[in-house]
Structure formats: structure tokens, C-alpha cells
């Protein structure tokens, strides 16, 4: 997708609420607003990889959003990260503010109010990524949102580059590498969250924390366990299952409903692929009825996942379609 928006009438309502709407689908639904009676050109690109999306931004000076009546109406469920590359950023979120220079990093939870100022004419990358693709706990996330974050040194220093390749290759990407790379993205922006925001020094204290991390890494790794339930999990962790809800309850989402979520996106991961069948991707990971795994791989993605299989076999088979001479 690609939107360029340029204007000498900043009252033109039309034009600038489609800027305003393709800004949204990058950071969650948001309200952008300008300078009165100046002169404003702006432009965006974005990719899908995986369930990663890929945003460059190039605009005039801008003030975006998100305030709490549109987490009401449109709950983000995402973590945003914004690379700066030219201009500035000035981020305020969970009673932070930081400013935003080129090469650094910084870090929004969708489902919180936050405001993006951008005084100077500015280029810049958004990643967007569904929190349980992320698997950060709320708490957590929330020590690092409108913080600076370090670039030259730790996951930061690996993260950067990574994404900047990323933004560049989004588009050439066939759908089965993208599923790998959004996963590989996310492991890696939550490897950063939780050094920026000190968890392993963190949950020497909270034991909580380090109990639900380990529970995490439990389910994950017994995806395809079609036995897999909050009475299993809990047994395994030496914990009753009233405890293993409240765990759950601190992010907002039940146990069933997170095993749930990690199974599909295994599921949609696998499904790029161009040899997976439907039933047995189902089975492998866990659906013991694949007409139950239809009807929820839909509700969640909006399509079916015979037609998602069939969407990307036909990316893929575009994409290495010969140009003509």
C-alpha cells in the first residue's frame, strides 16, 4: 500500500482524512492533526509480513493522537516501534516523555493513551506487532513505553539494523520467509523490552513474574499437546488453577484464550507454507477439529484458512512471476 497526500489548503477535509485514516491502519486508529493554513505533503508505504506490518512515514509537521475514547471504540491490542530516521519524535506515553532523535528506537502500547509530536518535517519506520505475537506482560511493556532506548549497545544494537534491513526487503518478501521473519521480529523486540525494562533483575523480586514467564515458555513449547488445558499447565507448575487465572487475569486475557491465540499463530505461520494441508497443520498444533479450527482461524484473521493458504501460494507464485522485457 501506498498513500502520498500534498496540499496547499490544510482545511481540505477530505484529502487530509485519508492521510489521517492510513496513519491509523500503521498505529492503531489515531487522530492527526496539523498546523491551520500551511502547506502540508506527506507520504506512507506499508508491507504485511506475516503478522508484521511495515510502515515508512515521510510527512510536514504533525501531531498524532490515540486517546482513550478510540482504545474504547477500537482496542489496538499491538506494540508499536518507531524508528526514527530524520527529524524528531516527541512521544509521551504512561506519564513519560522522551524525545525521539535519528537511529533511535522507541516503544507504544496501542491499548494506552500516547502522543506522537513531530514539530519538523521527519522520516521515519513503524513496526506494528499483536501483543501475544510479542508475549509481554502489560506490567512489563509498561516500564519501557516513550523511554529511550539504547541502540549502540545490548539486543538494541542487533534490533536496529535488523529492522532498517527488514523495512527495505518488506515488499520483495515471499509469504512463508515473512512468517518467519515477523516471528523472528518479535522474539527480538521482546528480548528488548525485557532488558530495557531490567525483567531478569525485575523478577528476582516479583515472583509472580518469573512464575508466569515460566508458564509462558510451558504452553508454548506443548502447543501440539491436544491435551493442553489450564488443569494440565497449573499441575505442571505446581500451582492450583485458581492461581493460574489470576496469573492470566493481570493481562487482561484467560489461559484457554492465550493458548488459543499462540496456537493459531503457529497455525497461520505454518498454512504460508506452500506444501501444508489444512487438517494436518490443524492437528499438529493442537486443533482436534479442523471445522472448529476453520471457524476460529477466521474469526481471528477474517479469512479462512484454506483461503489464506491460497492467498499466499499466489502471492508467492506473483512474486516470482517473469517481467516481460
Not at 506512507?44 to 510502515?55: F, H, K, M, N, P
Not at 491490542?77 to 504512561?94: F, H, K
Request: hydrophobic share 40%; net charge positive; charged share 25%.
Amino acid at each position: 500500500m501506498s498513500v502520498t497526500v500534498g496540499r496547499d489548503d490544510v482545511a481540505r477535509h477530505e484529502e487530509f482524512a485519508r492521510w489521517n485514516e492510513s496513519v491509523s491502519r500503521s498505529l492503531a486508529p489515531v487522530i492527526v492533526t496539523t498546523a491551520r493554513g500551511v502547506p502540508f505533503q506527506a507520504s506512507i508505504t506499508a508491507d504485511e509480513v506475516g503478522v508484521l506490518r511495515v510502515s515508512a512515514i515521510e510527512a510536514d509537521p504533525q501531531r498524532v493522537v490515540r486517546p482513550m475514547r478510540l482504545i474504547t471504540r477500537c482496542p489496538g491490542e499491538s506494540v508499536i516501534v518507531v524508528q526514527q530516521l530524520s527529524g524528531v519524535t516527541l512521544a509521551i506515553q504512561d506519564g513519560r516523555e522522551t524525545r525521539l532523535e535519528p537511529g533511535g528506537l522507541l516503544v507504544c502500547d496501542t491499548d494506552r493513551p500516547y502522543v506522537l509530536d513531530q514539530p519538523e518535517r521527519f522520516r521515519a519506520l513503524v513496526f506494528r506487532l499483536p501483543r501475544t505475537a510479542v508475549g509481554i506482560r502489560s506490567d512489563v511493556l509498561r516500564r519501557v513505553t516513550a523511554s529511550p532506548i539504547h541502540t549502540d549497545c545490548g539486543v538494541g544494537a542487533l534490533l536496529a539494523p535488523f529492522l532498517t534491513r527488514l523495512a527495505d526487503s518488506a515488499s520483495l518478501l515471499v509469504p512463508s520467509v515473512s512468517e518467519r521473519l515477523a516471528g523472528t521480529t518479535a522474539d527480538l523486540l521482546a528480548a528488548l523490552i525485557m532488558e530495557q525494562a531490567g525483567t531478569l533483575a525485575v523478577d528476582v523480586r516479583d515472583g509472580q513474574g518469573a512464575l508466569m514467564h515460566r508458564i509462558q515458555r510451558y504452553i508454548s513449547s506443548r502447543l501440539g499437546d491436544v491435551d493442553l488445558s489450564p488443569e494440565s499447565v497449573a499441575a505442571a507448575n505446581h500451582i492450583s488453577v485458581r492461581y493460574l487465572h489470576k496469573l492470566f487475569e493481570r493481562d487482561g486475557i484467560t489461559v484457554r484464550r492465550w493458548i488459543q491465540q499462540r496456537r493459531l499463530e503457529q497455525c497461520r505461520r505454518e498454512l504460508a507454507g506452500r506444501d501444508a494441508l489444512v487438517s494436518a497443520v490443524a492437528q499438529r498444533w493442537g486443533f482436534v477439529n479442523t471445522s472448529h479450527f476453520s471457524r476460529t482461524f477466521k474469526a481471528a484473521y477474517g479469512v479462512s484458512p484454506r483461503d489464506w493458504k491460497h492467498q499466499r501460494a499466489a502471492a508467492t507464485a506473483g512474486q516470482h512471476q517473469p517481467t516481460a522485457a
